[in-house]
């Protein structure tokens, strides 16, 4: 018989209370046990960054962590930006004024790495947004619209 | 995939984390940042009967400096945090440029650097970061505790000198004298992947402007991370002019041993090891006149 361990976790500002075997990773637990389903899962081991998530403040891959290791801290995923439901935030609003997305699988990955760029760096270069981007994979767009709709965010935001 | 089932434990001070291992052996892997060991676990290349997790033991994080100027990086602190230290940036500049070419923000805001140093992937960076450093690590266990020189630690690819009941507990790296200068380059297909290779090097000028001393040590080039001293020892005593830089990377062309990787044949590394030799000394020479 497995462990198996009493959780709760914080997820967009509120507390989910699970019992999970150790192994469980954390895209799972956001996925099948509290239904979170827009963090996504590409490949898997780290590389694709499909299911970046926010822990804390800082941009992680959600498939390298265990569910276990996240109590006491505060997760966030995509469905935290969002105001309100049917509306957009500022940075998502400018994805579909570009066009940065196309299947859109990518896409939560994405806005939670840029949303912990653009609060670091307010006021980007093309260059750096580039940089930030590089541990994301895109196999639609070419990027070159997701670079144009984070530097419209961050200048929409001066 | 998803992992094997394993035993978790999540003590909360090093004691607890030693006795563990010391009792439960190899059946058991420390879990540091996760970033190199969860990913081998997600494929069942890794199948660890229990997970010893590191993340909450408390005192294994940290950057020190001693009164000799010696940097002490606890096993446990992240990538992110060792990037944005200032003080690091002025005093120790070599890691924070090779830091940027480690994986992407993502895999270093959770990575730590005595995770990824225990790894010990001839591939990774901080590798040979610490070989051209002169770094020293601490080594912990139930039964005590032991120091090694970095260039005695890596032994063969993913295999270091640390015993089973054994932790690498601390990272010590002694100061950058005067006149000194570093840089770090690798040539990767895209950003953020593994180097097809790279190098770490740091020269030190005397006072009249000539070498006193230069290391040079190369990822991706050979079974761990390696020095190049018979590239060096041409260095010494040079101006670090450029047919002294010229000749050194001749020789550390010639000094490494590359195995290959699916990118690069053997040829190309040691191509590749040439041309960034002869660039990062360029630089690291030109640094040391700051």
């Known amino acids: 018989m497995s462990q198996r361990i009493a959780i709760t976790l914080d997820v967009n500002g509120t507390a989910y209370r699970r019992e999970v075997e150790p192994r469980l990773l954390l895209t799972d637990f956001l996925r099948h046990e509290i239904g979170l389903t827009g963090t996504h899962v590409g490949c898997e081991h780290g590389v694709c960054g499909a299911c970046t998530i926010l822990w804390d403040t800082a941009p992680a891959r959600a498939c390298l962590i265990f569910a276990v290791q996240a109590e006491g801290h505060a997760i966030h995923t995509v469905e935290g930006l969002a105001p309100a439901p049917g509306q957009l935030n500022p940075l998502q609003q400018a994805f579909q004024d570009t066009h940065a997305l196309q299947c859109g699988y990518c896409t939560p990955g994405i806005l939670m790495t840029m949303t912990a760029f653009l609060a670091e760096n307010p006021a980007p270069t093309e260059h750096q947004v580039r940089d930030a981007l590089s541990g994301n994979l895109c196999r639609c767009t070419g990027y070159q619209h997701i670079v144009d709709a984070v530097l419209l965010a961050a200048e929409r935001a001066r | ?290």
């Open chain 2, 1 to 290: 995939m998803k992992p094997a089932p394993f035993d978790w434990h999540a003590p909360a001070t090093l004691a607890e984390a030693l006795a563990l291992k010391a009792h439960h052996g190899d059946a058991a892997r420390f879990l540091a940042g996760g970033q190199s060991l969860v990913p081998a676990m997600n494929f069942r290349v890794s199948q660890p009967a229990m997970l010893v997790d590191l993340n909450r033991v408390a005192g294994l994080d940290g950057i020190a400096w001693d009164a000799d100027g010696t940097l002490s990086i606890g096993a446990m602190t992240r990538y992110r945090s060792i990037e944005r230290d200032a003080a690091i940036a002025a005093r120790q500049p070599l890691l924070i440029e090779a830091l940027a070419e480690v994986a992407h923000p993502q895999i270093r805001t959770r990575g730590t650097l005595g995770g990824n140093l225990a790894h010990a992937d001839p591939a990774s960076e901080m590798p040979a970061v610490m070989l051209a450093l002169g770094a020293r690590f601490r080594l912990a266990s139930s039964s005590g505790g032991r120091e090694v020189a970095a260039a005695d630690f890596f032994i063969a690819p993913l295999t270091t000198v640390l015993a089973e009941d054994e932790m690498l507990a601390e990272i010590r790296i002694p100061p950058l004298p005067s006149r000194s200068g570093t840089a770090f380059l690798e040539v990767a297909r895209r950003r953020g992947d593994y180097a097809m290779l790279g190098v770490a090097v740091v020269v030190v000028r005397d006072a009249a402007g000539r070498c006193r001393e230069a290391r040079l040590a190369f990822l991706s080039a050979g079974p761990t991370p390696v020095l190049a001293p018979r590239a060096a020892a041409l260095l010494r005593g040079t101006a670090l002019d450029t047919k002294s830089i010229a000749d050194a990377a001749t020789m550390a062309q010639q000094e490494v041993e590359p195995m290959g990787s699916v990118q690069a044949n053997p040829g190309y590394q040691r191509h590749l090891a040439g041309v960034l030799a002869r660039r990062a000394l360029s630089i690291a020479a030109a640094r040391s006149l700051a």
